[in-house]
């Protein structure tokens, strides 16, 4: 690839991004930590599960 086209895409890039505004950054904070805690729950679910099962034995 063209290193002047990449550094071109680049800046325009740049021009085009902006910064979230107060709500914008509030929805998104909340999407991750919710995705943060539902993969922490699955992780917490399977390993009670297993933990429950040996001890069965």
Do not use: C
């Not at 800046?11 to 902006?18: C, E, I, L, S």
């Not at 979230?20 to 399977?46: C, N, S, W």
């Amino acid at each position: 690839m063209n290193p002047k086209q990449t550094v071109k895409n680049m800046v325009n890039t740049m021009k085009m991004a902006k910064k979230p505004d107060k709500d914008e950054y509030q929805q998104h904070l909340r999407l991750v930590l919710m995705g943060i805690a539902g993969v922490g729950a699955i992780g917490f679910t399977i390993q009670f599960v297993f933990s429950v099962i040996t001890f069965g034995r």
